[in-house]
């Protein structure tokens, strides 16, 4: 039996290669079971068991209870057995003892093999498990052994073997037995048929592995990847950046004459890889994503009830080259950005954006009609068949630029001439919301810049100043002097705005005092308002009309009517033409010809004139020939 634990033991130590704590658990958990099945042991009872790895000597020693006659030696001991192990036992005491059988020979030992090689199994496994694990997302390599129709088996270090799905091959591929393949380590599962290592030529990150380790530049992080879009087997476009500056990302990538993405590109079964530089901008970033293509222009939507979405407009010629064969360039360029991208061709976008401007005035506000006029007639051309001039074609990239840039920049917006936006600005003016920025005060250039830009109101720009100075500042032509100038114009809008506010405020406060005036003299005027009233065709002209206001003083006039010493039938008697005097419409006066006169100015129709004289209690009239105050007929 020494023999044979000995020669077992050392076998696993030299062919397993496990840690030696491993193997002498595995052996004394042997022992313990190996004893529980000999002696039929009961699992309640504590059994332990050490093994002597030099001399092969196993002892196996099991909680027995003191009794001074022993019935079963397998659970009982006598006292005095008992005090030679612990001097102070007691009768029913428990007590560890030396319970190793004297028959404890081949057969145990048999079994303690069976239990000692499942055991090593376990921690073989165990070990790969550990080991593997670690290595998850890097690339191992490793001998194809088996190909059958759902992938492939690899044979790896440690004696495991890996799988390699279907799915997960590069289309094209073919791999033969004893072929050495390498690929990245996606997934370790526990099974109980041992470790699950599944195996990718796929996944992307083995594209960023395979360029870490032909890169130095990556390796050592001067050189970083920012995202990967794959097409297994295709294409792939990879976007990096230099963290340092004066090194070329994409150059370093590439290598001299390409010989670092060409050991990529045979690695990945010829796969087209492009790589492109990193941009912070994601407009540029989406511009250089759709390379080979050329790019006209690039308008961002960050506000689209579909997410971020970007309208990439390119040359008509480029517009199969910027999708790619069934779409292929255009979803990885999506990918790789993190964008929604919608391709349009340049008349596509012109005609979009012609019929934007016939949806939206804010858009038609910022082109000319005649150029509105010239862009339809080159659609229309187009349309019929008839080529375009390159100059034709620039300028109706700039017509789609400025209707996009002002569709992107405000559509999803709240547009700057509604109620709430002036009630959240208070310092932009009113006017400004209707000033075109051509007639800002700024320098014509620097307005033609804003203009093209988008920026279609004074307002429009007070609002972007407001929000995010910088993009004005990054336009094509807008430097320090011109940024200058935009600053004064705002301050003078704010200056402009404070003023308006304070007419505003004054006004609201101006009608309050001239009623505290008014109201002491409207009493005594009681009866030439009643006098009005009765003979409404010689009431004052409109000038008079401040002086008596007839829906304020109404009823007081009828008690005035009452308690005033002449009676109507006086006053009506006194001069017939005071009452009823030839009125000439100024408007609609007729001649001797019976057509309709035309209105003289400076010769005004003077009509009488009835008051109430305090001092005689009496109303008198002045007729329209009196000018002094002192003729007054009764």
Same mark, same amino acid.
């Given at each position: 039996?020494?023999?044979?634990?000995?020669?077992?033991?050392?076998?696993?130590?030299?062919?397993?290669?496990?840690?030696?704590?491993?193997?002498?658990?595995?052996?004394?958990?042997?022992?313990?079971?190996?004893?529980?099945?000999?002696?039929?042991?009961?699992?309640?009872?504590?059994?332990?068991?050490?093994?002597?790895?030099?001399?092969?000597?196993?002892?196996?020693?099991?909680?027995?209870?003191?009794?001074?006659?022993?019935?079963?030696?397998?659970?009982?001991?006598?006292?005095?057995?008992?005090?030679?192990?612990?001097?102070?036992?007691?009768?029913?005491?428990?007590?560890?003892?030396?319970?190793?059988?004297?028959?404890?020979?081949?057969?145990?030992?048999?079994?303690?093999?069976?239990?000692?090689?499942?055991?090593?199994?376990?921690?073989?496994?165990?070990?790969?498990?550990?080991?593997?694990?670690?290595?998850?997302?890097?690339?191992?390599?490793?001998?194809?052994?088996?190909?059958?129709?759902?992938?492939?088996?690899?044979?790896?270090?440690?004696?495991?073997?890996?799988?390699?799905?279907?799915?997960?091959?590069?289309?094209?591929?073919?791999?033969?037995?004893?072929?050495?393949?390498?690929?990245?380590?996606?997934?370790?599962?526990?099974?109980?048929?041992?470790?699950?290592?599944?195996?990718?030529?796929?996944?992307?990150?083995?594209?960023?592995?395979?360029?870490?380790?032909?890169?130095?530049?990556?390796?050592?992080?001067?050189?970083?990847?920012?995202?990967?879009?794959?097409?297994?087997?295709?294409?792939?476009?990879?976007?990096?950046?230099?963290?340092?500056?004066?090194?070329?990302?994409?150059?370093?990538?590439?290598?001299?004459?390409?010989?670092?993405?060409?050991?990529?590109?045979?690695?990945?079964?010829?796969?087209?890889?492009?790589?492109?530089?990193?941009?912070?901008?994601?407009?540029?970033?989406?511009?250089?994503?759709?390379?080979?293509?050329?790019?006209?222009?690039?308008?961002?939507?960050?506000?689209?009830?579909?997410?971020?979405?970007?309208?990439?407009?390119?040359?008509?010629?480029?517009?199969?080259?910027?999708?790619?064969?069934?779409?292929?360039?255009?979803?990885?360029?999506?990918?790789?950005?993190?964008?929604?991208?919608?391709?349009?061709?340049?008349?596509? !976008?012109?005609? %979009?954006?012609? *019929?934007?401007? @016939?949806?939206? #005035?804010?858009? &038609?506000?910022?082109?000319? /009609? +005649?150029?509105?006029?010239?862009?339809?007639?080159?659609?229309?051309?187009?349309?019929?068949?008839?080529?375009?001039?390159?100059?034709?074609?620039?300028?109706?990239?700039?017509?789609?630029?400025?209707?996009?840039?002002?569709?992107?920049?405000?559509?999803?917006?709240?547009?700057?001439?509604?109620?709430?936006?002036?009630?959240?600005?208070?310092?932009?003016?009113?006017?400004?919301?209707?000033?075109?920025?051509?007639?800002?005060?700024?320098?014509?250039?620097?307005?033609?810049?804003?203009?093209?830009?988008?920026?279609?109101?004074?307002?429009?720009?007070?609002?972007?100043?407001?929000?995010?100075?910088?993009?004005?500042?990054?336009?094509?032509?807008?430097?320090?002097? !011109?940024?200058? %100038?935009?600053? *004064?114009?705002? @301050?003078?809008? #704010?200056?402009? &705005?404070?003023?308006?506010? /304070? +007419?505003?405020?004054?006004?609201?406060?101006?009608?309050?005092?001239?009623?505290?005036?008014?109201?002491?003299?409207?009493?005594?005027?009681?009866?030439?308002?009643?006098?009005?009233?009765?003979?409404?065709?010689?009431?004052?002209?409109?000038?008079?009309?401040?002086?008596?206001?007839?829906?304020?003083?109404?009823?007081?006039?009828?008690?005035?009517?009452?308690?005033?010493?002449?009676?109507?039938?006086?006053?009506?008697?006194?001069?017939?033409?005071?009452?009823?005097?030839?009125?000439?419409?100024?408007?609609?006066?007729?001649?001797?010809?019976?057509?309709?006169?035309?209105?003289?100015?400076?010769?005004?129709?003077?009509?009488?004139?009835?008051?109430?004289?305090?001092?005689?209690?009496?109303?008198?009239?002045?007729?329209?020939?009196?000018?002094?105050?002192?003729?007054?007929?009764?």
């Amino acid at each position: 039996m020494k023999n044979e634990f000995t020669l077992a033991f050392n076998e696993v130590l030299e062919e397993k290669q496990l840690p030696k704590e491993v193997i002498l658990k595995a052996l004394e958990m042997a022992m313990v079971s190996a004893y529980r099945r000999a002696v039929n042991a009961s699992a309640a009872q504590h059994v332990e068991a050490t093994v002597d790895v030099d001399t092969g000597k196993v002892s196996v020693r099991a909680e027995k209870e003191v009794v001074e006659e022993v019935v079963d030696p397998h659970t009982e001991v006598p006292l005095a057995e008992a005090r030679k192990v612990n001097p102070d036992a007691q009768l029913g005491d428990m007590v560890i003892v030396d319970s190793t059988p004297a028959d404890f020979g081949r057969v145990a030992a048999q079994t303690a093999r069976q239990v000692i090689q499942q055991r090593i199994r376990d921690a073989e496994r165990q070990a790969q498990i550990d080991h593997y694990e670690k290595q998850i997302g890097e690339i191992i390599s490793g001998v194809v052994q088996a190909v059958n129709a759902t992938g492939l088996t690899i044979g790896l270090e440690m004696k495991a073997e890996g799988t390699m799905p279907r799915k997960e091959l590069i289309p094209g591929e073919r791999f033969r037995i004893h072929d050495r393949v390498r690929a990245l380590l996606a997934e370790v599962k526990d099974s109980p048929r041992g470790p699950q290592i599944i195996l990718s030529r796929t996944h992307r990150n083995f594209l960023r592995r395979l360029l870490e380790t032909e890169v130095p530049e990556i390796f050592h992080g001067v050189v970083e990847i920012r995202s990967i879009a794959r097409e297994p087997g295709q294409r792939a476009k990879v976007a990096v950046s230099a963290t340092q500056s004066g090194i070329d990302p994409v150059g370093a990538c590439v290598g001299i004459r390409g010989v670092r993405i060409q050991a990529i590109v045979r690695e990945l079964h010829d796969e087209k890889i492009d790589v492109i530089e990193w941009n912070a901008d994601p407009a540029i970033f989406i511009a250089k994503a759709i390379s080979p293509a050329r790019v006209t222009g690039v308008y961002l939507n960050d506000q689209s009830v579909n997410g971020k979405t970007a309208t990439v407009v390119v040359p008509e010629d480029q517009l199969s080259l910027a999708i790619g064969r069934d779409g292929q360039n255009a979803r990885l360029a999506a990918k790789l950005t993190g964008w929604r991208i919608d391709i349009k061709s340049l008349p596509e !976008a012109a005609s %979009e954006a012609l *019929k934007n401007i @016939t949806e939206d #005035a804010s858009l &038609a506000a910022i082109v000319d /009609a +005649a150029l509105v006029e010239k862009i339809s007639d080159m659609l229309v051309r187009k349309a019929e068949g008839r080529s375009l001039s390159p100059e034709e074609y620039d300028q109706m990239g700039q017509f789609v630029d400025r209707v996009q840039r002002r569709a992107v920049r405000f559509a999803a917006e709240k547009p700057a001439d509604t109620v709430e936006a002036r009630q959240s600005h208070p310092d932009i003016p009113a006017s400004a919301y209707e000033t075109n920025i051509l007639d800002s005060g700024l320098p014509e250039h620097v307005c033609y810049i804003l203009q093209e830009a988008g920026y279609a109101t004074v307002s429009d720009l007070a609002l972007q100043m407001k929000k995010m100075p910088d993009d004005i500042l990054r336009l094509n032509g807008i430097g320090r002097k !011109a940024m200058d %100038e935009i600053n *004064k114009l705002m @301050t003078t809008l #704010a200056e402009k &705005a404070q003023a308006d506010a /304070a +007419a505003v405020a004054e006004a609201e406060a101006a009608p309050a005092a001239v009623e505290v005036e008014v109201e002491p003299v409207a009493q005594p005027e009681a009866v030439v308002v009643e006098v009005e009233a009765e003979a409404a065709p010689v009431q004052p002209e409109p000038e008079t009309e401040p002086v008596a206001q007839p829906e304020a003083v109404v009823e007081p006039a009828a008690e005035a009517e009452t308690e005033a010493e002449p009676s109507l039938e006086e006053i009506f008697s006194l001069r017939p033409e005071a009452l009823h005097p030839i009125a000439v419409d100024e408007e609609e006066e007729e001649d001797s010809k019976g057509k309709p006169g035309k209105k003289k100015p400076g010769k005004k129709k003077r009509r009488p004139v009835v008051e109430y004289d305090p001092d005689t209690g009496a109303a008198v009239y002045r007729s329209p020939h009196q000018e002094s105050d002192d003729d007054w007929e009764l």
